[in-house]
Each structure stands twice: as C-alpha cells, then as structure tokens.
C-alpha cells in the first residue's frame, strides 16, 4: 500500500540518508522484458488510445501482467465512452479513471509513493558526475 500526504521526494533528492520508513524503494529500469500489451481498440477516443498505448512505453509497465492490461483496457474503454459523449463529461466517471489510473502507477506521486523510481539509461545526478571528474583529477596527479 502506497503511503499517504504529501508525495515524498525522490531517494537521490532527499536530504536525509537514514533508512526511510516503510521499507527499501525498489527501482525498474526504464526498458526491460514486459509483457505484450494487447492492441488498442481503433474505436477509442484519440485522448483513450493515446493514454492507452503511452503505457507501454512507460517505465512502469515492466511490472504490469496480464491482468493490469486488462484493467489498463477497461480505463481506456471507460475513458472513451466519456470523452465521445455529447453532453459534458461526468466529474465522477473522471474521479474514477484517475484512481484507476494511479492503481496502474501512471503518475510520478503514484510511484513514489509506492516507493518505485524509474531510472532512465545513462542517467546521472550532477553531483555524482562532478565526484567522478574529481576523483580522476585526484588519480592523475597522484600518477603525474
């Protein structure tokens, strides 16, 4: 279960480096074996189909199973039954999608909140890169 107020901060831009409560973040690169999400429907909403096939390609979706597509697919249909309607948009139905769509961990406060950090390839931190340069200036001089 995801924790609750405010969304925490990243574990690289927290301040404190004590064990944090609620256990380890687990991190996911962002590219690795998923499984095959099925095809979106060419009946949905364009906004329903995008959100859809945005899944995919998000880091997230390296833990999803059968059964989060397939929950992925009813948003989606719900969502685009909404959007095609000619009369406004229920407040309630876009309440619900939007909790249906953080149980699928599609926002960045969704994940840290349940303590997931998508880390992009060759991605570094400022101050990590700037010790490293520091590092190899300290070893030559020591060789030089």
């Given at each position: 279960m995801g924790t609750r107020g405010p969304v925490p901060k990243r574990s690289d831009q927290?301040?404190?480096t004590n064990k944090p409560e609620g256990g380890e973040v687990t991190k996911a690169p962002s590219r690795s074996v998923r499984v095959a999400p099925p095809a979106a429907e060419a009946r949905w909403h364009p906004l329903a189909r995008e959100?859809?096939?945005?899944?995919?390609?998000?880091?997230?979706?390296?833990?999803?199973?059968?059964?989060?597509?397939a929950q992925a697919r009813v948003w989606a249909e719900l969502l685009s039954r909404e959007l095609k309607k000619r009369?406004?948009?229920?407040?309630?139905?876009?309440?619900a999608w939007?909790?249906?769509?953080?149980?699928?961990?599609?926002?960045?406060?969704?994940?840290?909140?349940?303590?997931l950090e998508l880390e992009r390839a060759g991605e570094m931190d400022g101050d990590e890169e700037a010790a490293v340069v520091?590092?190899?200036?300290?070893?030559k001089r020591l060789s030089g």
């Open positions: 927290r301040r404190r959100w859809y096939d945005s899944l995919a390609e998000s880091g997230q979706s390296a833990f999803y199973e059968p059964s989060d597509w009369s406004r948009v229920s407040a309630q139905m876009v309440a939007a909790a249906g769509a953080t149980e699928l961990l599609t926002t960045e406060g969704a994940r840290r909140r349940m303590r520091a590092i190899d200036e300290y070893q």
